[in-house]
């Protein structure tokens, strides 16, 4: 976990508070808007250091990492779904897997 020094703001001091403060519930989905990063990562450098402003990015970065890992293994097992349900159709197609 990173330490961050202490602002006059009051403001996340720690890596976990980074966290909190991105997945507070109230303002989850504006804390997770792709387009305002410039913006909200100069605000974190500013008030809280580089530290925080660079957790900031990695935790956007992990959560869409992750929201697109499970959209891939979703579409993977839909295509095998439909791939056996064509049958024999199906089997030329897995034997290439």
Same mark, same amino acid.
């Given at each position: 976990m990173i330490n961050m020094? +202490?602002?006059a703001n009051s403001g996340p001091t720690t890596g976990r508070e980074?966290?909190?403060w991105i997945d507070d519930p109230q303002h989850k989905d504006e804390r997770h808007d792709i387009t305002k990063i410039p913006e909200t990562f100069q605000m974190?450098?500013?008030k809280y250091g580089e530290e925080a402003? +660079?957790?900031y990015v990695q935790h956007l970065a992990d959560d869409l990492n992750g929201k697109f890992s499970h959209l891939i293994e979703d579409i993977q097992a839909r295509v095998d779904t439909n791939l056996?349900?064509?049958g024999p159709i199906g089997a030329k197609f897995r034997a290439k897997k």
């Amino acid at each position: 976990m990173i330490n961050m020094p +202490r602002s006059a703001n009051s403001g996340p001091t720690t890596g976990r508070e980074v966290h909190e403060w991105i997945d507070d519930p109230q303002h989850k989905d504006e804390r997770h808007d792709i387009t305002k990063i410039p913006e909200t990562f100069q605000m974190f450098k500013d008030k809280y250091g580089e530290e925080a402003a +660079r957790e900031y990015v990695q935790h956007l970065a992990d959560d869409l990492n992750g929201k697109f890992s499970h959209l891939i293994e979703d579409i993977q097992a839909r295509v095998d779904t439909n791939l056996i349900y064509l049958g024999p159709i199906g089997a030329k197609f897995r034997a290439k897997k």
